[in-house]
């Protein structure tokens, strides 16, 4: 695992989309997993002003970690316009770069039986190769994905209940210029399992702001353990890259 300090987000971001960057050029095939929250905006902005400078996603596929159940859509039909991680993915990433549509992958929350949505999803990784290079937040209750606190570490694709914290930190996302309640939030995902994400080629880990100090240095440092699903980054067999600013890396031993 490598970790690296920056002074800012922006330098975060910068270095995060240029890591990204490299793996799309060398293989214009990859697979990309990636990530939703506040976190990878920057990283989205930055890899679309690559795109207008020539970086090429025709060829890319990706897989995204999570999606709420009753919202998310069915790639294959027309964009909708609900509060989904699609229509986030949509608006601040896809729709700006030249990826196919049939190469974007999403957990699809409005669909009929959402169990055998979550072994549709586990398949479909399966068939496109596995993921070259997965991108990763860390929620404050030390979830990767929504593989909240409890989860076990071999986990796959499943139905997660959100936390409160969690719910507390998302819903102007998830209410993404809508200017809805939080008592509105879905409570319950589907979510790639820690197992799933551990099968990635590669991870890139980003973190940025001092609230998430305390629970960077206990995925970091502390005890490997399913109360802090991110601390799984240690059981990785390939390679992992930690890009943190100085805020999310202030309360680590190891500076
Ligand atoms: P955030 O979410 O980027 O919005 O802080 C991170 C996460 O939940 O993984």
Redesign the pocket.
Same mark, same amino acid.
């Given at each position: 695992m490598n970790i690296t300090i920056k002074r800012s987000k922006r330098e975060v971001s910068r270095a995060a989309a240029d890591h990204i960057a490299a793996l799309v050029r060398k293989k214009p095939d990859a697979v990309l997993g990636l &990530?939703t929250?506040? /976190?990878?905006l920057e990283t989205y902005r930055e890899l679309i002003r690559k795109h207008s400078e020539g970086l090429d996603f025709s060829h890319i596929v990706t897989f995204n970690l999570d999606e709420y159940i009753g919202y998310g859509m069915d790639l294959s039909l027309p964009y909708s316009k609900d509060q989904s991680y699609a229509r986030f993915m949509h608006e601040e990433f896809f729709r700006h770069i030249n990826i196919h549509r049939s190469n974007i992958h999403i957990p699809n929350g409005q669909a009929d039986d959402p169990e055998e949505e979550c072994l549709r999803y586990e398949r479909r990784i399966r068939k496109a190769g596995g993921i070259d290079l997965q991108l =990763?937040?860390?929620?404050r209750t030390g979830?990767? &994905?929504f593989n909240e606190p409890g989860t076990p570490l071999d986990s796959r694709t499943h139905i997660q209940t959100l936390s409160e914290t /969690?719910l507390d930190?998302?819903h102007r =996302?998830f209410f993404y210029k809508s200017g809805l309640e939080r008592e509105m939030m879905p409570k319950r995902s589907i979510t790639m399992g820690v197992g799933t994400i551990l099968e990635a080629r590669s991870l890139l880990m980003i973190a940025t702001g001092k609230r998430?100090a305390s629970v960077t240095a206990a995925a970091l440092e502390g005890e490997i353990s399913s109360l802090v699903t991110a601390s799984a980054i240690r059981l990785f067999k390939g390679p992992a890259t930690v890009l943190l600013d100085r805020g999310a890396a202030s309360a680590l031993q190891k500076q």
């Amino acid at each position: 695992m490598n970790i690296t300090i920056k002074r800012s987000k922006r330098e975060v971001s910068r270095a995060a989309a240029d890591h990204i960057a490299a793996l799309v050029r060398k293989k214009p095939d990859a697979v990309l997993g990636l &990530a939703t929250g506040f /976190t990878p905006l920057e990283t989205y902005r930055e890899l679309i002003r690559k795109h207008s400078e020539g970086l090429d996603f025709s060829h890319i596929v990706t897989f995204n970690l999570d999606e709420y159940i009753g919202y998310g859509m069915d790639l294959s039909l027309p964009y909708s316009k609900d509060q989904s991680y699609a229509r986030f993915m949509h608006e601040e990433f896809f729709r700006h770069i030249n990826i196919h549509r049939s190469n974007i992958h999403i957990p699809n929350g409005q669909a009929d039986d959402p169990e055998e949505e979550c072994l549709r999803y586990e398949r479909r990784i399966r068939k496109a190769g596995g993921i070259d290079l997965q991108l =990763l937040g860390i929620g404050r209750t030390g979830h990767w &994905a929504f593989n909240e606190p409890g989860t076990p570490l071999d986990s796959r694709t499943h139905i997660q209940t959100l936390s409160e914290t /969690t719910l507390d930190d998302n819903h102007r =996302l998830f209410f993404y210029k809508s200017g809805l309640e939080r008592e509105m939030m879905p409570k319950r995902s589907i979510t790639m399992g820690v197992g799933t994400i551990l099968e990635a080629r590669s991870l890139l880990m980003i973190a940025t702001g001092k609230r998430k100090a305390s629970v960077t240095a206990a995925a970091l440092e502390g005890e490997i353990s399913s109360l802090v699903t991110a601390s799984a980054i240690r059981l990785f067999k390939g390679p992992a890259t930690v890009l943190l600013d100085r805020g999310a890396a202030s309360a680590l031993q190891k500076q």
